[in-house]
């Protein structure tokens, strides 16, 4: 059960973090990624079940160790999380590269259970790195590089460029080219 006023008080610093992150987001570069990883991950910790709330989930889109509570987050992940979707994408996020080592050890090591209740499958992960991927391609204002990606068609040690491309889209790749684009047309960012 979530304490009496305990939601209304994650919602409204959530929103603020919104707006910052919105209206003010040249203040907030000077905040590392994982500080504010840390910060929002503490909205999983602080209650059972405050994360499964519409309007936290809405809204998420000093500490001595990090790696102390990403472990913490880890366990409350695997006791109440019943294969949250959200949850789990944000479990997940300090497994990229960019982060330590010891994150990804942390999941495949000490919490290797919380895999089998991942409510987030690979596929659906990979898949949507690859529209954004092709986005990014899309948009980019190096007409010769975008050319080069969009166009290429197999590896030939003896061309000018190491590879052959074909002189237009093929149909299938445009087809699938247009269904990305279309798919996120109504946002204002272009690539992310």
């Known amino acids: 059960m979530i304490p ?32 504010k990883l840390a910060r929002l991950s503490c909205v999983f910790l602080c209650s059972s079940d405050l994360f499964l709330e519409r309007p936290v989930q809405k809204l998420t889109w000093g500490l001595a160790s990090f790696q102390d509570l990403y472990s913490a987050l880890l366990t409350q992940y695997e006791a109440v999380s019943f294969g949250d979707r959200l949850f789990g994408c944000w ?21 290797v259970g919380i895999l089998r209740s991942l409510g987030v499958t690979l596929e659906q992960e990979v898949e949507a790195a690859r529209h954004s991927m092709l986005r990014k391609i ?40 247009e269904s990305v684009l279309r798919l996120h047309d109504g946002g204002s960012d272009k690539g992310d």
């Open 138 to 177: 899309y948009y980019l204002t190096d007409e010769v590089l975008r050319n080069h990606l969009l166009l290429f068609r197999l590896p030939q040690q003896h061309s000018e460029f190491g590879f052959d491309t074909y002189e237009q889209l093929p149909p299938i790749r445009e087809k699938r080219l």
């Open 91 to 111: 479990v997940l996020l300090p497994l990229q590269r960019r982060y330590s080592v010891t994150m990804r050890l942390a999941v495949f090591g000490e919490h």
């Open 4 to 35: 009496e006023g305990a939601l209304q008080a994650g919602t409204h610093c959530l929103q603020w973090l919104l707006l910052l992150e919105v209206w003010r987001e040249d203040a907030l570069k000077v905040i590392l990624p994982v500080a």
